[in-house]
């Protein structure tokens, strides 16, 4: 992508973080927003890769599960899926605690904060969980309270394009789903590794966008889970969920 169309993305991306928090400040307080996402959500464990995580999410039951979209108040709830991607991610840190142990852990695209959690759960010295949806850090918060887990460090700024911080490790959820969101985070992706020598992980489903772009190929695959069947239904056929480690010298 030329330098132009990615900085027209990134213009994009900033002003988008700015109208959500704009919009969601001025119609709800965050107390309105925890019990809005209470009284729209259900309380899920089981039909996951991670059955001893706990989060908030729509499902059947809920009512904007077959409402129209535009009844929907707010930008959409991507925090309110728990996406093949963070699963396996999720699923690879609770299974390999020593990744996360005594890290300074980064879960950029935080959704719903699962990965953020079992970061935490694994004993990472900090945890920053960033989305650029300000609703998805007030889900991230009450998952953290079903996990008994203090509230993690949250930001909704943008960090991509941002002078890359000294994180240990970077966990990426279901973040390659655009083509144009993939070049940007491709470029700050390697800063980060060259500057710092950062660590990152990302847990992806297969999509197209992802298995096409250049990144791939800079890929090292760490682990391969079979989705649970409701998540299959959920995910349009998608079967299963890969963990890979970015190195930029492949």
């Known amino acids: 992508m030329c330098l132009r169309v990615r900085d027209a993305y990134n213009v994009f991306q900033s002003a988008m973080t ?20 209470i009284d729209n959500t259900e309380i899920v464990s089981s039909q996951s890769l991670t059955p001893e995580i706990s989060l908030r999410l729509f499902t059947p039951n809920c009512r904007f599960w077959t409402d129209k979209p535009e009844l929907w108040p707010f930008p959409d709830p991507y925090w309110a899926i728990y996406w093949p991607g963070g699963q396996a991610l999720t699923r690879y840190l609770l299974n390999n605690p020593e990744v996360s142990t005594g890290r300074k852990v980064l879960d950029l695209g935080c959704g719903c904060g699962a990965s953020a959690i079992a970061a935490k759960l694994s004993g990472a010295s900090h945890v920053l969980a960033s989305d650029i949806d300000p609703i998805a850090i007030v889900a991230t918060k009450l998952n953290c309270d079903l996990n008994n887990l203090e509230h993690l460090p949250c930001v909704t700024e943008n960090m991509i394009g941002s002078k890359p911080e000294d994180w240990d490790l970077i966990l990426l959820g279901d973040m390659f789903y655009d083509e144009a969101l993939a070049d940007s985070l491709h470029k700050w992706l390697n800063t980060c590794i060259v500057t710092h020598g950062t660590q990152v992980l990302i847990g992806d489903p297969g999509r197209a966008q992802f298995e096409s772009h250049g990144i791939r190929r800079l890929l090292h695959q760490l682990a391969h889970f079979e989705l649970p069947d409701s998540v299959k239904e959920e995910n349009y056929g998608l079967t299963s969920s890969t963990v890979w480690c970015y190195n930029p010298d492949l």
């Open 18 to 37: 700015c109208l959500m928090r704009r919009y969601v400040s001025s119609s709800a307080s965050e107390d309105h927003l925890k019990n809005f996402i």
